[in-house]
């Protein structure tokens, strides 16, 4: 069973900074492609970036692109999030998920494990 932990998630200003982190175990960490998502009150879960197994191809929603970049350690078994000139629309609660394979998913009903998610608030 896989389970997933993120962490890094806190209070900022706009124009800031974070890197969310997220630690995986229980599996082979390095058959699984990574995503972030976002989940704002009142919102549906969002796809934020993804990742493949091996770290060689990301993809991004378009309002991210450009201020996240995600990345992997697999000696580690960590995904990262580094999120740059942040805005109060990025406020959300933001989830890792694992999805088994070589393929990246964009979709939340892509993956298969899902951490319990880590607060990010952006003050304006």
């Known amino acids: 069973q896989v389970q997933l932990a993120e962490s890094g998630g806190r209070l900022v200003q706009a124009g800031g900074s974070l890197r969310l982190s997220c630690a995986f175990s229980g599996r082979s960490f390095d058959t699984y492609a990574m995503g972030w998502f976002r989940q704002a009150p009142g919102k549906e879960r969002d796809f934020a970036a993804a990742?493949?197994?091996?770290?060689?191809?990301?993809y991004y929603q378009s309002s991210v692109k450009g201020r996240f970049t995600i990345s992997r350690d697999n000696a580690k078994n960590t995904v990262y999030l580094q999120m740059n000139s942040l805005k109060p629309e990025d406020t959300a609660v933001y989830y890792c998920?694992?999805?088994?394979?070589?393929?990246?998913?964009?979709?939340?009903?892509?993956?298969?494990?899902w951490g319990q998610g880590t607060q990010v608030t952006v003050s304006s």
């Open positions: 990742i493949s197994w091996g770290g060689a191809t990301t």
């Open positions: 998920a694992a999805m088994y394979g070589s393929s990246l998913g964009l979709s939340p009903i892509d993956y298969d494990y």
